[in-house]
């Protein structure tokens, strides 16, 4: 089965830090260029940071300095490692590639 798996997501505090994985299954990330999404409740789904397959990174001015995409073409697995959270960074964060979605993890930031 062709699919992605997103993991590392949970409660953290102002300030704190997560780091979320997606790791392929059924298939070779390799040669994709794969990004993170967020979705709030009632709000659309934005790009968060996106990686090319050549590991060109770009960024959503709101997470600039703040959150580092990176990927482990060994390991098959694209990360989003997040500094400095904020309350407005709580949502359902997804990694999608390869015309597919992953199931989504939910990131909660919160004293």
């Known amino acids: 089965q062709l699919q992605l798996v997103e993991s590392g997501g949970g409660l953290a505090q102002p300030g704190g830090s997560l780091r979320l994985s997606c790791a392929a299954s059924?298939?070779?990330?390799?040669?994709?260029?794969i990004g993170w999404f967020r979705q709030d409740p009632g709000k659309e789904r934005e790009l968060v940071a996106s990686?090319?397959?050549?590991?060109?990174?770009n960024y959503a001015d709101s997470v600039k300095g703040r959150f580092t995409i990176s990927r482990d073409n060994a390991k098959n697995t694209v990360y989003l490692q997040m500094n400095s959270l904020k309350p407005e960074d709580t949502a359902v964060y997804y990694c999608?590639?390869?015309?597919?979605w992953g199931q989504g993890t939910q990131v909660t930031v919160s004293s």
């Open positions: 999608r590639g390869a015309l597919r």
């Open positions: 059924g298939f070779s990330l390799d040669y994709y260029g």
């Open positions: 990686i090319t397959s050549g590991g060109s990174t």
